[in-house]
């Protein structure tokens, strides 16, 4: 069937393919130029030399944030994060969205609860009475305030019950005929041939949780309990500060010898970006790759 | 064809989320004996919801007070709609509303746009390879964070920069398009719409895994084209994602992007880019000492998400009540 | 095997921070190896004798060069035994070398020792996280022991009780040089804090030309290529701009950013040539102030730039780039004028490193024509040091000595620290900070000043910025005073500052904005924003900058500034005015 591509067909795709192409270079080019500034010496970012190539290469700004234990310690505690938050954010997601996906079965209060849900979303009351709540609860400066409040996204609940619906109500029906309770169904029906969404909703969930420095920061007392992203955003605007409001001769004049706030900066959206780079296209797969719904429905 | 599409699953998942369709229930005694377990699956959510979404909320408390974090609470005094009345009566209030939704309508819009046209240009590559390279490459921007990116993005939109180059390559005398208040909001749509439209095509790229390969196939055994396919199997297929994230997405039409209007923007287009963040960011600034506004924060923030809230419902009724589409 | 390796080199870098322990606590130990791992324990602080002894420096290195200085430290004001512990904010990401801490290093050691006190993390932010942090342990209840605030937070923690009054504590305990040096009570940096006959905290005392304060820069090589003279006037500063850029030595010439008045890249000079500073409360007949951007002078500074940026002799985009990515243009040699703070030296060092040729050199600020200069004044009035409600007054009593300890040490440094204490009260550690080189002189050693930079900043929680009004001013004097001196006259530790091309430069560039003080255009509103302030000033503020920069690029005709002044007047600003004023009689008497 591919050998025999009419024409027009060709030209169509000689099209797509030169629009995609040029749409991927728009995308990469300015991370490449991010990653040659963070290569760069000083006077030719001052400069703007700095295009696709790093100028005056040197790896001062990698050595600096590298350098240091607490960078290695973030990492780990990063790491532990993205495992251990997403395996439990995907757990309640799938347990939350199964009841609320099975709309032919009566069930009172679920109108309410997805009310109550979207209105979580929707409305938050701020910093402190969070901060208070968390206190009370006692996860103020525990690994464990990085994971639970997050556990629950009710965006990803929301995909992951419209996937549930898009599975063909036979299934369902064959598998409780055959007397499987809903976690059964759950676990051993529906879960096998959710990859999709189930990849997607890992993404997500990595992503928030790899990027995520705010509530490292705030919630957590030192710098030893922190989280990759927190250490370095709190690095960076360190010494951007300190430059910036020029409180010091010092600083003004020695940083520069080595790294500058900026190839901080972009050496730490770099380091950051990479482990996202691996895991991307470990779940990318399950977008490329089209599901064979024929071997389910038999 | 049409008896094709009837059967086949992919479109079931438009028709099983539409309330005229819901069929046959399994009997009764199946439900009842297994009831309680449904509603034990959705006791960990509640329990969160509770706690960190429920608990904390009397935070809303302080759009309606004169808010000092020194007295707390509930010991601050109460306003009334004082912090609403200050934002109204702004000089700018109307302008900043009305900018805000233009750029945060437009990002939508064009943002959800050209994800699914990526999406679907995507589907049609057949070279694996390329099409994760594509794909790995388009998502790049999303995780570069406007801060680091916005200096960047100044200089490529520079009267000298990159841009202005390849359009003064057609004969088109340098645009300030960042120096114009009628260009400046999109602008911010087209650069926000680089930024994230790989992102946001994760989704439709997932939808479209669902879609039964045979469907394709015994399209092209009755001769449907590549546009035939197209309208008449893919985009039925992920319909139903598509109206979810537009309906999802009205939950932010006040949210135009903080970071990116903060890094972009510069006085000569205050008039067209001041956004109502920008605003609340700006009030907090004259606070010497570095304390936002917080009452006039909140109550901001309490109105956008008032207004998310309501349209989200609005939208749901409307998709339940004319297409028949059941979104969550 | 590792353990082992590690344990050498441990060692080494422990004897190095011993013979300083050593030396900082002037203990008269004999200098043996085996004090070596003392530095991992917390020093013995009992030892409040700090009998002036310089004996101890062999210690440190295998080296056989002498010191020809004689480094001690103050004796203590009184020393806390056990040492009291206090609760502050540390900045985050603190590194330190192998073998050292936060709490074990020789900065917070020396505290310990001399002072008597133990800081302890509260917790660490930087920035505005530090205010949320702040905001959401307010209502928790759970301060730390000494923090700083300032403005509306500073008047809220003082309305509500959430700070102590120190008025006993500091009136007895403050040394009378502290109180001096401090300006205490009546200098106008004291008003935040005083409340009739109470006393909330100390001011951080910045002093009249801190770091924002503008010097005006040339490329010196581009004058000397075309012989000219440096620009004196404004009109000479459009004539040499033109002339830079019609010889092909520069893109545009003169450069600005965003902020047409900022702290860095500014624009002030032109205004101030015309006598007004926009943005500034200036004072006006009457005892009455002001606002500046409102003077019809205003109009012919913005009708010069305007003009400028008509014959490019501004980057066309100007207006987009913020001050760090303005100055970027300097070393890409785009322009030849141009403003920046005194600290601007160390950079242009490396400048002139990095591009040769390039000479850059002060000019004074332009004229205007009518003869007038003015420039554009740091604030002086900023944050203070505060005590949470509650604190052990000991604790506060020893904070204060803390102060008098590094006040006497900054001021009277002739008797401490010969090595010349031209910066702020850093430790000048031998084997961290420098190291013997040839012919037994001071060189770099592997760890640069910034960290111990850091470490003071944290372990004294800025006390250091609460010194006193000159404390910038009288080392960098020195420094110049020795750079004329034979070098022969000055011991090894002067040599070796005077080596550093930086240090001189910056000296030069500070004495020379110290100079010129009375050029400075000095914002008289130092108060908290006022309910017609919220109210108004968020939308006056933007619509100004908006005009402003909307007439330079010619969007706006000229004569917009006139509808504009009318505007800002109805739109709220009378009120503003009226505020200020109020305030302005309130706290100035009248």
Redesign the interface.
Known sequence: ??GKASLS?RI??AI??T???I??????A??I??AALSLS???A?????VGLWPVGMHFQNYLFIM????FINSFGISLLRVVVGVSLGLL?TV??A???S??????PGRTI??L??????????????????L???GLLNTFWVLI??L??NI?N???V???F??I??ELW?AA??DGA???QV?FQVFIPISK??L??IT??SS?MHW?SW?DG??FL???VQ?PLQS?LY??V??RM?QW???????????????ATP?GL??AM?LI??IP??IV??LL?R?????????SI?E | MTELIRTSPSVLLAEKTARATTTRRPPFRVILKQHWMLYAMLLPALILLALFHFYPIWGVLIAFKDYSPVKGILDSPWVGLDNFRRFFESQNAWPIIRNTLFIAIGKIFFVQLAALVFALMLNEVRIRIFKRAIQTATTLPHFLSWVIIGGIMVQILSTTGVVNRVIGLLGIAPIRFLGRPDIFPWTLIFSEVWKEFGFAAVIYLAALTAINPELYEAAAVDGAGRFGRLFHITLPGIRPTIVLMACLSLGSVLNAGFEQVLVLYNPVVYRTGDIIDTFVFRVGLVGQGGMPDYGLGAAVGLLKSGIGFFLILLSYWLADRFANYRIF | MSKKMNRRKFLRVSAASAGTLALAACAPQAAAPTTAPAATEPPAVTEATAAPAATAAPVAATSSCQMDWNPTFPQPFKVYDPPLEVAVIWPPGMTFPEGMSWNNNPMYNRTVEYTGIKFTIHWEASGDLLEQKLAADLAAGTLPDVFYAAGLFLEQLIDNNAIEDIKSIWETTASPLTKEKKMYPDYKWWKPVRRGDKLYGIPYTWGPAYNVDNLCFVRQDWLDKLGLQPPETVEQWGEVARAFRDAGLCQFGINACKRLVTWYQSLDPIFGAFGVMPGFWVKAEGGTLKYDSLSPAVKDALAVIRQWYEEGLLDPDFYTYGEGDAAGHIAASKVGLFTAPWWHGGMQVKLEQENPGMKLAPIPYPKGPQGKQGRKASSEVGPSVVFRKGLDPLKIEACINNLNWHIEMHVNWQKYQQYGEWRNSHAFVEGLEWVWGENCELKDGPLAMPKTYEWMNTIDFGFPYVVYPTYQADPFRDILEWSKQDPSKLNKAQRFLLNNPIVLREADYYSKVFDTLDTQIVNEYFGNPTDAMKQYLPDLSSLESEVFTNIVIGNEPLDRFDSFVEEWKAKGGEDVTRDVNAWYKATFGG
Not at chain 1, 102 to 107: Q, S
């Open positions: 069937m591919a067909d169509v795709d797509l393919y629009i995609l192409l749409l991927a270079l728009a995308c990469v300015p991370f130029h991010v010496n000083q006077a970012v001052a400069a703007r030399q350098a240091d234990r607490l309640v347990i939350t199964y009841p609320l099975r709309d032919h079965l009566y069930m609860f997805k109550l849900m979207l209105f979580g979303m929707m409305f938050s009351g701020g910093l402190i009475p969070y901060f208070l709540a206190r009370d609860l639970i409040p556990a629950l965006f609940v929301i995909l019950i419209n996937f619906r898009g063909p109500q029906e409780v005929l309770s809903h976690l759950l999709p969404v990849a997607t993404l997500f992503v990027n705010f920061v705030i007392k030192e710098a922190w250490y709190s690095k605007t360190t500060l910036q409001t020029a409180v010091s001769a010092e600083v003004a004049g020695q940083t520069f010898q080595e900026e900066a972009t959206i950051a970006t996202i780079l991307y296209p990318q399950y977008f490329v790759t089209g599901l064979t719904l024929g429905k």
